[in-house]
């Protein structure tokens, strides 16, 4: 299947799916097929009728309790928001939407280095000799209170530019 069919198909299944969801908590995948084709998508109700693979992990998801598929589709939402955030072109479009995550990349990345570092505090602390800021990770139970652990910018993760870490806009 070529990319632009896979992801319409993915989008269209999952925002399908998110819908019936919304109208029904604990449905079966014969409930589903029946809601699409009531719901004028009847070739995708073939499709999945037809497919064993799909149907099996349909009935995987609905089988899901409804707060955890939810949160689940939530997740999603915001993975593919800032991985759609992060190409150009679609960067607008996710913002227009409202679905830009709440933070960027490079907090995200921050906040699991600290996390990972297990220090009590960060601090970005700016060079003045040109070189990229540092951040300093400080404290912590493995390190003792007073300990200082450097990490420069270009450590923050792969890909990321060397920039100041912030809220996403």
């Known amino acids: 299947m070529d990319p632009l069919a896979l992801a319409g198909t993915f989008a269209t299944i999952v925002g399908l799916l998110s819908n019936f969801k919304a109208e029904r908590s604990g449905a079966s995948l014969d409930a589903f097929v029946e809601w699409l084709r009531e719901s004028q998508h009847a ?7 037809q497919n064993k693979a799909l149907a099996d992990e349909l009935t995987k998801l609905l089988s899901v309790n409804h707060q955890d598929l ?34 960027s990349s490079q907090a995200r990345s921050i906040l699991s280095q600290l996390v990972k570092s297990r220090a009590q505090y ?15 990770f400080i404290g912590g139970p493995a ?27």
């Open 43 to 49: 070739g995708l109700a073939e499709t999945i009728a």
């Open 70 to 103: 939810v949160a689940r589709l939530s997740a999603l939402q915001d993975q593919i928001a800032s991985i759609a955030n992060s190409i150009e072109g679609f960067g607008g479009l996710v913002n227009v939407l409202g679905a830009a995550p709440k933070l």
């Open 122 to 136: 960060a601090m970005e602390h700016k060079l003045s000799t040109g070189q990229p800021p540092e951040i300093l």
């Open 143 to 169: 390190a003792g209170p007073n300990s200082v652990r450097r990490t420069p910018v270009h450590e923050r993760g792969p890909g990321l530019p060397r920039r100041r870490w912030a809220l996403a806009r």
